[in-house]
């Protein structure tokens, strides 16, 4: 049809309307409209509110006032704000276990004995079940007196440790309750990439000579790459905006001892003692910078590898 | 066609007209609040006795998760406001208050003789002068304990803080936690701040302190601390990590002796098997004799927001709640106290208990630290108390962050 089209629109030259002069470059814009407008409206007009919000100090009822950069000069001094921070470090470097363990539980499962199908679901199980019933689960695990752990820790050692009550600990309780559904995540990503996984290239390496870590060092894991990528975008993206655990099993507590930022900013702007939104707001926008980094390292990655033909 | 259309056009009019008819026979009241079960089910009662007093009145409730309200109230007050809603008496109204939007009730107080009648509360629901709401219940707040543990180890009901320290080293040699508390939830650990507190300084010195005039690096802060430091060691370990219930359960148990508490606590120690026998309630023991006793009462209130389409019947309620009779039928089914001081209360130890408590405290009536404390101190408080008894040797550290805390907040 454009074939058709362009020729004619040549040959009655002049009179051209404006619309049928620009006709190829808009069109595309008019398709992306509804898209741009529902971005624009639900994700960058937020965005911007909340960078704007975070200049004033409100309490989301009375009047808003305008405090420039107080709220971040705040957040310097906050020692609040810091041990979030630092836990949310913990969290980030800790959550990445998640790949190689899910490396480790993929290649173990990628077998083909009777009833595999069922082992996988079962290691799959952690996942399907909702963050906020692991959480629940893991704070009875730990739970002082009748907890599980609690009592195996009492019965090695003789005395019992209290992993939610302890400032010191109860970041790891919680990251550790937070791998286990994500070990499985990251487990079933990379058992549909060992899916892709040539056998010819394994025959041949295997007639080379190569066994062991060598095979799957030189040979299995760059077939991987692209699953080893989103494992690791997941994760890190997860890591960054753990909350619900935080909240189901401490409250942020001991006295804030296992707060993150993302809680933190729940805390300040939405919770029984906060409505501090403009803090809030604050806290929120430290948060999208650091996760902008990370974003941005791996849209970078992303069109550089589109560009290179991956 | 044509015909068919118009007839129901027709019958369409009629049927909305019927219904505006029905409407104007009826004024519509629309209360929104945050029970739990059995609150929920006296206060239906109360209704249904006020529409048959009123009978052109319709009391719509619409009832809220009692956490979610929390958060829900600050919205549906500003974008679809009832014409009444349950909150709090104190400084946790103050917010709404000052934003405009609770409604100035004093001509309800005064048109009812309320000042005479409600005048245990009537301080903690003034502000700039002005009554904001009306109270229907409270509770007293004290140690309650348990009598078999006590005969265990041979302990005394103490009087003074001295014996309740003496019998904390009688409960810890058995094995047994002299304090329980649970403060995963924080405020559980405030009940044993505000009463060492009110003990060791008195009523006016915690309502300066919870307003925001003293600092809390002074010497009659650490005192408090001081006493908190000698009981510290004989409260349970990692309280930190359980909910009140579940320390409630360590009371039942017989693995804990004393335990801080409101009294709805009464409710989960008797589900847990506890009886009058073996439950004990006293109130907190003298610290200082020189300070006049003063004691804790939460105050639950009710309030017309300034949104209210209804504000004439929304006031006519507020009177009847007021009344000695209602408050007398809603407290005995909430197992709490009546505010009007001509209602009764019911046989039960506990109520009686802190019908004669409150009733004779010479000191004053404080609210709670998160209802007399501005929200945000409130929490870096409590965190600050959580924070004490589980690691006494920062207390230094705690106090600064407090006193910062305090400069920022209240300036």
Not at chain 1, 175 to 184: M, T, V, Y
Not at chain 1, 189 to 199: R, W
Not at chain 2, 51 to 59: K, L
Request: with cysteine; glycine share 8%.
């Amino acid at each position: 049809m454009t074939r058709a089209a362009l020729p004619n629109a040549r040959a009655e030259a002049p009179p051209r309307s404006w619309w049928r002069a620009n006709q190829q470059r808009l069109t595309p814009w008019l398709f992306l409209a509804p898209g741009l407008f529902m971005f624009g409206l639900y994700v960058i007009w937020p965005i911007a509110d909340s960078f704007w919000l975070s200049f004033f100090d409100w309490d989301g009822l009375g009047e808003k006032r305008w405090i420039g950069w107080g709220n971040y000069q705040e957040l310097r001094t906050d020692p609040a704000f810091y041990t979030s921070l630092k836990n949310n470090v913990i969290w980030l470097a800790l959550y990445l276990l998640a790949v190689p363990a899910g490396l480790m539980i993929a290649i173990f499962l990628n077998q083909t004995v009777f009833g595999i199908r069922l082992y996988k679901s079962l290691f799959f199980f952690p996942f399907v079940i909702s963050q906020v019933v692991v959480g629940l689960m893991f704070s009875w695990f730990y739970a002082p007196n009748f907890g599980l752990f609690y009592q195996l820790i009492e019965w090695i050692t003789g005395r019992g440790v209290a992993v939610l009550a302890d400032p010191d600990l109860v970041t790891y309780g919680i990251i550790a309750a937070g791998l286990w559904p994500q070990i499985a995540y990251v487990m079933i990503l990379y058992l549909t990439g060992l899916n892709n996984v040539s056998p010819d290239q394994v025959e041949a390496a295997r007639l080379d000579g190569a066994r062991g870590w060598r095979m799957l060092w030189y040979v299995i894991l760059p077939q991987l790459r692209p699953a080893t990528f989103i494992a690791v975008v997941v994760t890190v993206i997860g890591a960054l905006r753990s909350f619900d655990l935080v909240s189901i099993m401490t409250d942020g507590g001991p006295f804030g001892s296992s707060r993150v930022l993302s809680f933190y900013m729940f805390e300040q702007a939405l919770s029984e003692y906060g409505f501090r939104m403009g803090y809030g707001a604050a806290i929120a926008v430290v948060l999208f910078l650091i996760m902008m980094v990370f974003i941005s390292g791996f849209i970078w990655k992303m069109v550089r590898d589109e560009r290179e033909g991956y | 066609m044509f015909q068919t259309s118009r007839r129901a056009a027709l019958a369409l009019t009629v049927a909305m007209l019927a219904a505006t008819s029905a409407q104007a026979q009826q004024r519509v009241l629309r209360y929104y609040a945050d029970f739990d079960p059995a609150p929920l089910a006296a206060f239906e009662a109360a209704i249904a006795e006020f529409e048959a007093a009123n009978p052109d009145i319709d009391v719509q409730l619409q009832n809220f998760d009692h956490e979610g309200y929390k958060t829900a109230i600050r919205n549906f007050l500003t974008a679809d406001a009832p014409d009444l809603a349950n909150w709090y008496a104190g400084n946790r109204m103050l917010p709404f208050v000052e934003s405009g939007q609770f409604m100035d009730v004093t001509d309800v107080w005064e048109a009812n003789g309320l000042n005479e009648s409600l005048a245990s509360a009537a301080a903690s629901m003034e502000i700039d002068g002005k009554k904001w709401g009306v109270p229907y219940t409270y509770y007293q707040w004290g140690i309650y304990y348990n009598k078999s543990v006590y005969d265990q180890v041979g302990a005394t009901v103490p009087a003074t803080w001295d014996e309740f320290v003496a019998n904390c080293e009688k409960f810890a040699a058995a094995g047994i936690d002299c304090i329980t508390t649970g403060t995963k939830a924080l405020w559980p650990g405030a009940g044993i701040f505000d009463y060492l507190n009110l003990r060791t300084n008195g009523y006016e010195h915690h309502m300066q302190l919870t307003g925001g005039e003293i600092p809390w690096t002074d010497d009659t802060v650490r005192a408090t601390f001081a006493e908190w430091a000698k009981v510290q060691p004989y409260i349970t370990a990692n309280h930190a990590a359980i909910d009140w219930q579940d320390a409630a359960a360590l009371l039942v148990q017989g693995k804990a002796a004393n335990y801080v508490m409101g009294n709805f606590a009464v409710a989960v120690f008797k589900e847990g098997g506890m009886t009058d026998e073996t439950l004990g309630f006293m109130p907190f023991p003298t610290i200082n004799p020189d300070v006049p006793r003063a004691e804790e009462a939460p105050t639950d209130t009710i309030h017309i927001p300034a949104g209210a389409t209804n504000v004439d019947d929304a006031k006519k309620f507020l009177a009847f709640i007021a009344t000695a009779d209602v408050q007398t039928k809603l407290n005995e089914a909430l197992g709490q106290l009546p505010i009007n001081k001509d209602s009764t209360v019911g046989d039960d130890p506990f109520i009686k208990a802190g019908f004669e408590l409150l009733s004779t405290t010479p000191g004053g009536i404080a609210q709670f630290f998160d209802r007399d404390a501005p929200a945000e101190m409130a929490k870096i408080g409590m965190e600050g108390f959580q924070q004490f008894m589980v690691q006494p040797d920062q207390l230094d550290a705690i106090l600064e962050r407090l006193e910062q805390a305090r400069q920022r907040i209240y300036q």
